[in-house]
T-cell receptor
Framework: GIQVEQSPPDLILQEGANSTLRCNFS?????LQWFHQNPWGQLINLFY???GTKQNGRLSATTVATERYSLLYISSSQTTDSGVYFC???????????FGGGTRVLVKP | DGGITQSPKYLFRKEGQNVTLSCEQN?????MYWYRQDPGQGLRLIYY???????QKGDIAEGYSVSREKKESFPLTVTSAQKNPTAFYLC????????????FGSGTRLTVV
């Protein structure tokens, strides 16, 4: 099956800083999604982004499907951005998600 | 409000015991899923079900069992055959046949004592 690698594994930011998280895939991706897991374990869907660029407030994401990677941008980070960010590919057969290992983000005040 | 409810939030199990984790959704979603998360790692698929009375094994099904007797419910049993059951378990649902609308529950943290 497809392998999903995320980098960096850990990220410490000062409040207000910008950052970029990366997701690499071993095979073609069709339905890339980004999730945020808060410190209490709740997973929230941030973006469905099979290709192109999307923005939602201070977050934006870009997927270059032909080169098998996606980027998540966090601008003007806030302490509430802390948690783990996952990318995942959704396969249409069974609607199953294959997750990367995540990037753990800590935003310090 | 529509959503997914997992219970209990915390569960302690003695070695050799079976335990059942509850997952209920009122989103009218056809598909439901169970994922396992170990500390510092991503999620791995245990079982999934696309319709009532049908389910398939995921990547790490050994030592687990499920049932799907109702559309709203997809309980997961962690059996004594699961050698390392301590983990965070997340249930999810999706409309099925679509590529968006994935919704997760808040999780159950299982600890073997």
């Amino acid at each position: 099956g497809i392998q999903v690698e995320q980098s960096p594994p850990d990220l410490i930011l000062q409040e207000g800083a910008n950052s970029t998280l990366r997701c690499n895939f071993s095979d073609s991706v069709n339905n890339l999604q980004w999730f945020h897991q808060n410190p209490w374990g709740q997973l929230i869907n941030l973006f469905y982004i099979p290709s192109g660029t999307k923005q939602n407030g201070r977050l934006s994401a870009t997927t270059v499907a032909t080169e098998r990677y996606s980027l998540l941008y966090i601008s003007s980070s806030q302490t509430t951005d802390s948690g783990v960010y996952f990318c995942a590919d959704l396969k249409a057969a069974g609607n199953k998600l294959t997750f990367g290992g995540g990037t753990r983000v800590l935003v310090k005040p | 409000d529509g959503g997914i409810t997992q219970s209990p939030k915390y569960l302690f199990r003695k070695e050799g015991q079976n335990v059942t984790l509850s997952c209920e959704q009122n989103l009218n979603h056809d598909a439901m899923y169970w994922y396992r998360q170990d500390p510092g790692q991503g999620l791995r698929l245990i079982y999934y079900s696309q319709i009532v009375n049908d389910f398939q094994k995921g990547d790490i099904a050994e030592g687990y069992s499920v049932s799907r007797e109702k559309k709203e419910s997809f309980p997961l049993t962690v059996t004594s055959a699961q050698k390392n059951p301590t983990a965070f378990y997340l249930c999810a649902s999706s409309p099925g046949g679509m590529i968006s609308g994935y919704t997760f529950g808040s999780g159950t943290r299982l600890t073997v004592v």
